[in-house]
Nanobody, 122 residues
Framework: QVQLVESGGGLVQAGDSLRLSCITT????????MGWFRQAPGKEREFVAA????????DYADSVKGRFTISRENAEKTVYLQMNNLAPEETAVYYC???????????????WGQGTQVTVSS
């Protein structure tokens, strides 16, 4: 059973940057797709970005394009989410997840981490 562990959350001010990490226990970097989602209190879980282990193909939600960067380090079995110019409305629990195909739909991801809290103060 693959497990995902996120880290890197914290309290920052508006305009600051933060980098999240997600380590997988999968020996074969499978499933191939790793995604980041976020969920604010009282709101639905929202797609942020996704990347594939094999090709490095990426996808971003329109709201984060140009500010967030998803990357992977296969040797470290780690996916990163670099978040720049954060805004207070981006305060949420950030989750990483994995699935076998490229998708933005949360229900299609099969394994989830425990989440890491990101709080952006104004």
């Amino acid at each position: 059973q693959v497990q995902l562990v996120e880290s890197g959350g914290g309290l920052v001010q508006a305009g600051d940057s933060l980098r999240l990490s997600c380590i997988t226990t999968s020996r074969t970097l499978s499933p191939n797709v790793m995604g980041w989602f976020r969920q604010a209190p009282g709101k639905e879980r929202e797609f942020v970005a996704a990347i594939t282990w094999i090709s490095g193909r990426t996808d971003y939600a329109d709201s984060v394009k140009g500010r967030f960067t998803i990357s992977r380090e296969n040797a470290e079995k780690t996916v990163y989410l670099q978040m720049n110019n954060l805004a207070p409305e981006e305060t949420a629990v950030y989750y990483c997840a994995t699935t076998s195909h490229f998708t933005r739909i949360a229900n299609e991801y099969t394994t989830w981490g425990q989440g890491t809290q990101v709080t952006v103060s104004s």
